[in-house]
């Protein structure tokens, strides 16, 4: 099979132009076909928080980047792309004919991967002639940025592409994350909606703003959950004894009603109204994009200690940024 030089992306929403930074950043050449009238300035426009991203990023010298070509087909996208990512919306039957054409215009070898937050990689595999060369690589925004991806495979996926996707986001400073069994939204936005759910909660009982809680996860356990994740984070919390005693300790929590997470919030109106309202005091002063630029300089600065310490996240950028150095020194 042929090494992963060039990628089509079908769709290029936020999700999509995240991608495309991604890819260009490591030298990698993309194909972008979106047919909606303002694709090309909403890329343009991921672009400019992503060069601006990079050069505060990483300290050795990068990689030329990879072209850039809006197509005015999906066939001219796929026709030649080792890669093809869809990110269009999250409906089934819309996943399903794009892969329909993909199948009847690109390589055999190319590999095909969804950027589906949930559905499972069996339903999008389903209608497929080569459903083993499906699988769903998940990312977070800013994609450019964040390292996870989530690897899904079907039913049907072949393991041998499951590694060669694995090795391939690898190589690009990513940190892939393969999921051992096949389920709806798979792990992250498991966990983002049961949060989500008990803030809803929170909201609507008067318990607290949605600044409150935006205040409860960035000073006190987000910045815990950067760098140590959940289990690392209660390990600790155990003390000398580790999360035995943890457990032993706050297990019996467990059966207290401290959340309502096997019951959600009617999500009327009302609710809408309510957490809106309350958005847009606390950050509606801020334009989306003035926001997404303090995102992403938090982010860097997250990642830049984290990788002084060659922990977590800031591993992995410290990982990438070896290769970028080897890559640079190569005379070939």
Same mark, same amino acid.
């Given at each position: 099979?042929?090494?992963?030089?060039?990628?089509?992306?079908?769709?290029?929403?936020?999700?999509?132009?995240? &991608?495309?930074?991604?890819?260009?950043?490591?030298?990698?050449?993309?194909?972008? $076909?979106?047919?909606?009238?303002?694709?090309?300035?909403?890329?343009?426009?991921?672009?400019?928080?992503?060069?601006?991203? $990079?050069?505060?990023?990483?300290?050795? /010298?990068?990689?030329?980047?990879? *072209?850039?070509?809006?197509?005015?087909?999906?066939?001219?996208?796929?026709?030649?792309?080792?890669?093809?990512?869809?990110?269009?919306? +999250?409906?089934?039957?819309?996943? %399903?004919?794009?892969?329909?054409?993909? +199948?009847?215009?690109?390589?055999?070898?190319?590999?095909?991967?969804?950027?589906?937050?949930?559905?499972?990689? *069996?339903?999008?595999?389903?209608?497929?002639?080569?459903? +083993?060369?499906?699988? !769903?690589?998940?990312?977070?925004?800013?994609?450019?940025?964040?390292?996870?991806?989530?690897?899904?495979?079907?039913?049907?996926?072949?393991? =041998?592409?499951?590694?060669?996707?694995?090795? @391939? $986001?690898?190589?690009?400073?990513? /940190?892939?994350?393969?999921?051992?069994? +096949?389920?709806?939204? @798979?792990?992250?936005?498991?966990?983002?909606?049961?949060? &989500?759910?008990?803030?809803? &909660?929170? !909201?609507?009982?008067? !318990?607290?703003? =949605?600044?409150?809680?935006?205040?409860?996860?960035?000073?006190?356990?987000?910045?815990?959950?950067? %760098?140590?994740?959940?289990?690392?984070? $209660?390990?600790?919390?155990?003390?000398?004894?580790?999360?035995?005693?943890?457990?032993? %300790?706050?297990?019996?929590?467990?059966?207290?009603? &401290?959340?309502?997470?096997?019951?959600?919030?009617? @999500? #009327?109106?009302?609710?809408?109204?309510?957490?809106?309202? %309350?958005?847009?005091?606390?950050?509606?002063?801020?334009?989306?994009?003035?926001?997404?630029?303090?995102?992403?300089? #938090?982010?860097?600065?997250?990642?830049?200690?984290?990788?002084? #310490? #060659?922990?977590?996240?800031?591993?992995?950028?410290?990982?990438?940024?070896?290769?970028?150095?080897?890559?640079?020194?190569?005379?070939?």
């Amino acid at each position: 099979m042929s090494a992963i030089e060039r990628v089509a992306i079908i769709g290029g929403g936020v999700i999509g132009a995240g &991608w495309v930074a991604r890819f260009i950043e490591n030298g990698i050449d993309v194909a972008i $076909y979106d047919p909606a009238a303002d694709a090309v300035a909403k890329v343009e426009a991921v672009l400019v928080n992503s060069r601006y991203a $990079y050069k505060k990023l990483v300290k050795v /010298q990068r990689r030329q980047e990879g *072209s850039v070509t809006f197509c005015d087909s999906l066939v001219d996208a796929v026709s030649n792309a080792h890669l093809i990512v869809e990110s269009v919306p +999250e409906r089934l039957e819309i996943k %399903q004919s794009v892969y329909a054409e993909v +199948e009847r215009h690109a390589g055999r070898d190319a590999i095909i991967v969804s950027s589906t937050s949930g559905i499972m990689p *069996s339903d999008l595999q389903s209608k497929m002639d080569t459903p +083993e060369r499906l699988l !769903v690589a998940h990312p977070f925004n800013p994609v450019y940025l964040l390292p996870l991806v989530e690897l899904v495979g079907g039913r049907k996926t072949s393991p =041998t592409v499951i590694d060669r996707a694995k090795a @391939f $986001y690898s190589s690009i400073g990513m /940190q892939p994350l393969l999921v051992k069994k +096949e389920i709806e939204a @798979f792990i992250a936005d498991r966990l983002l909606e049961a949060i &989500w759910r008990e803030s809803l &909660w929170l !909201v609507k009982d008067g !318990v607290a703003t =949605t600044e409150d809680i935006d205040d409860a996860v960035r000073f006190g356990f987000g910045l815990r959950y950067a %760098q140590m994740g959940v289990f690392d984070t $209660y390990r600790v919390a155990g003390g000398e004894a580790g999360m035995r005693h943890f457990m032993e %300790q706050f297990g019996p929590c467990l059966k207290w009603p &401290w959340s309502k997470l096997t019951d959600v919030p009617e @999500f #009327n109106e009302a609710l809408v109204d309510l957490i809106a309202t %309350q958005s847009d005091q606390q950050s509606g002063h801020l334009s989306i994009r003035e926001m997404e630029r303090i995102r992403d300089d #938090n982010l860097i600065g997250i990642l830049r200690a984290l990788k002084g #310490n #060659n922990w977590g996240a800031g591993k992995t950028l410290a990982n990438h940024e070896v290769r970028l150095l080897e890559a640079a020194n190569d005379p070939n």
